[in-house]
Structures are given as structure tokens and as C-alpha cells.
């Protein structure tokens, strides 16, 4: 989530001793011969080590979508998995769009992006893993010890990512203290979200109620997916919309976007502008309510998580849960190192590194509630047990259907007036083509 592309090393094996050590043996002449001797000795020893591999420390590069105050959270977890396995870790952060598209061009060329690729998209995995790209991490994780399902990420009884951080998309986020200030309160059914919706918009100040976040339009498409939940046995139509077995012009999802219109032609979504940047129009609480993930107590903007809340949309009983999936390409130059880390990472010990900094819901079943120092993400972990969680819509069904899907919503929020009929009958054919290639695969 960012354009930084600088590797981070977190471990530092610092050399140059030798050097030293003859310089001083010059400088002794004959009464030096000791130390010439031994610093021969520590030569072949080195001579030793090159040919045989044996002093040679293991390292391992990361890419991922992880920038800025997810970037240091992550790499809290990099040092954590060095101390215990020993392998030298370097992180290199890409946007969403560079991870799908660079590693397709990677791959094809037998080229490794990095030795540990972090990939959003369950529907990639397969597809890589059906192409021969990755590597089996079956048993680097223990399907029971976590919440996702491996048969997302396996083919033909193998799977091939181990699932780490668990975003869940549980709603609207707001400030306490600004319901407080105002005396607004959480609605119980849609009208009184309406009517919310309508008072905060009479409150000076305030550009538009709701935060139109954005990045590649994944942010679009999350709010857009709540709307379709909404809709009656809504986490259903969710698993059949990626399944193949619902169209997109289904009456339902046309009436989620004709919801979602209503509230554009009103103005009750702001402009659009970065997801990141909205965080700052959100604190300030000129947008006081933005659609987002578990991440958002972590981001530079929110400086006091004790004062957030969020409540789902009126009419949800279900929740997307949208994984950060670890894979290893085959073509890296260590895919054993790669293996043994992504193992340590995902461990409890592991996934409780991040917990215990917040914006973090941990996928290990194993990790202890008392990780979660911030409240709020231990009742987002409790609200999650309460309600049924439902696959990312986009990126479990991937390319073409995801793009196409960003780009639409994009232009939606642009052009609310548009028609939604063409709209959704465009979605459906790409969808059903997305389907029947996942089916050729």
C-alpha cells in the first residue's frame, strides 16, 4: 500500500575483521610471523567455508503490500522469524497492482520476484500453482489450528500459501467522541442509517458523510461488496457470485447498486481521493464515517485508536475475510529458507508479534486474546466470531473479472446518473468468463 520500493534489511552481518588483522601483521614485521600464521590458518578456513557453504548465512527476500506503519509492524515479525530460524530477511514493499502483474511476468520467465511473494488474490495461487510457479507450503501450517479454508490456495490436495494476516471488512469506522459531541448513535435498521446519514450531513464542517477511499478501486469495490451482503441471504449470493452459480445481473446485486447510487446522487460520498489520504479528512471529521478494514487503527492518521468504533451496515449478518496469503516461487534461490520462515511467520508466536501492535487479526487460531492490546481489535476478533465470514468477492475470483470490477466502480463514482442495468450486465460477462477459465485451469 505505497510507492516506497526500498528493500529493508533487518539483519546486518557485518565483515571485515581479516583486513584488519593483516594490516597489523605488516606493521609487526618478523616479530608478527604469529599472527601471519594464524591469519592464514583463519584463510583457509575461509577457503573452507566458500567451497562447502558452511559459514554461508541463509537469506531470503519479501515483497508486499505492506508500507509506511504496516511496514514497520511487518517488520517487527521479520525480526521475530530471523531470531528464531537465523535466516537474513529482506523486505521490499510493492502496491497490489505491481504484485499481480510483476509476478506474472516473473514467472513466465522462470524468475522469482522475491523468495516469499505475498499474494491478496486466492484465485492467483491456484492459477500459479497450476502453471508450476510455486512451491507446496502444505506443511508449513495446520489447517486446524487456522481459520481459513486451504481450499482456496490447493490444488490436487496441496496447498500452496500459508495464510497470515486476516483483514476483515467489518464496516463503518467512526470517532467515538464526534457520536458523542453530536449525540448520534449507531442505527439498528437501514432507514436509521439513512437518517444518520442525513444528520451528520447538516453537521458544519463536514464535506460528506461517507469516505470514498481509493487506491486501485479495491476500496470501491470493498463498500460495494457490504452492500451486496445486505441483500436478502446476501452471503450466499456472495459464495455464489464466485462460484459461478449467481449472475451479476441477479435482481439483488442490481438493487446494491441502485442503494449505492442513491446515496452518490445525494452527495453523501465524498470525493474521491486516496484511501490513505481520507484517513486524515476522517480524523479531522470532515468525512466521519469510512467503510474499512481491521487495519485501520494502525495508520499514522488515527492518533488515538481508543477512540474509534465501527458498526456493519444495516442488514449484514455476514463479513468479508480477505487474507494476506504467503507463497514461494520455485525459482528462488532458497526455497527450503523460504519454506522455514514463512513457517515461523505464520506461527502463533508469530502472527502475535503484529497483534500486540494492533490492526491485526491473526488467521492462527493459536494466538491468545491477550495479543490484542487495542481494544477495539479484540472485539473486532469477537464480532467476527458472532457473524458468518464470507471469501473477498474480487480477489478470490481475480483477473479479468477484478479489474474490470475496479474500473466500473471508478467510473460509477464518477458518473452516478449512469444506468446500472449495462453496468451490471458488463460485470456478469466478465465474470462468467473469469469462471470458465478458473474452470479450464
Known sequence: MGDSNMPVRRRTVIGGVGAGVVGLAGCLGEEGSDVEESTDEADDADDVGDEGGEVQEESISVTGVWTEDEEEDFLAVVDHAEEETGIDI?????????????????????????????????????????????????????????????????????????PFKMDLKPGFWYRSSFFDDHGLEEPDDYDQFLDLLAEIDGIEGVEAPLASGNGDGWPLSDVT????????????????????????????????????????????????????????????????????????????????????????????????????WFTVPEYGDDVEAARTAVAEMVSADGQAVWAERGGFIASNLEVDDDAYDVEIMLELSEMADEVELVPDLDDTLGDPFQSEFWSVLTGFWAEPDQDVEPLVDSLDAVLQETVEEQDEV
Not at 505491481?98 to 513466465?108: H, K, Q, R, S, V
Not at 497450476?130 to 482456496?152: V, Y
Request: aromatic share 12%.
Open 90 to 162: 529482506t523486505y521490499e514493499p510493492r502496491d497490489t497492482e505491481a504484485i499481480l502483474t510483476g509476478t506474472l511476468i516473473d514467472y513466465e520467465a522462470g524468475v522469482a520476484t522475491a523468495d516469499v511473494v505475498v499474494m491478496p488474490s486466492p484465485a492467483r495461487v491456484q492459477s500459479d500453482a497450476e502453471s508450476g510457479h510455486l512451491a507446496s507450503l502444505t506443511d508449513t501450517w495446520d489447517p486446524e489450528e487456522f481459520a481459513p479454508d486451504p481450499e482456496f490456495v490447493s490444488v490436487d490436495g496441496e496447498a500452496y500459501a500459508a
Open 225 to 324: 461488496e457490504a452492500f451486496i451482503l445486505r441483500q436478502d441471504d446476501g452471503a450466499q449470493l456472495q459464495r455464489d457470485l464466485i462460484d459461478g452459480d449467481a449472475a451479476f445481473t441477479d435482481e439483488r446485486v442490481v438493487t446494491a447498486f441502485q442503494e449505492i447510487q442513491d446515496l452518490l446522487q445525494q452527495g453523501y460520498f465524498s470525493e474521491v481521493r486516496d484511501f490513505g489520504i481520507q484517513y486524515e479528512f476522517f480524523w479531522e471529521n470532515e468525512i466521519p464515517l469510512y467503510f474499512m478494514g481491521s487495519w485501520t487503527p494502525t495508520f499514522g492518521a488515527i492518533e488515538d485508536p481508543d477512540d474509534l468504533d465501527v458498526f456493519m451496515l444495516p442488514g449484514t449478518d455476514a463479513m468479508v475475510a480477505a487474507e494476506n
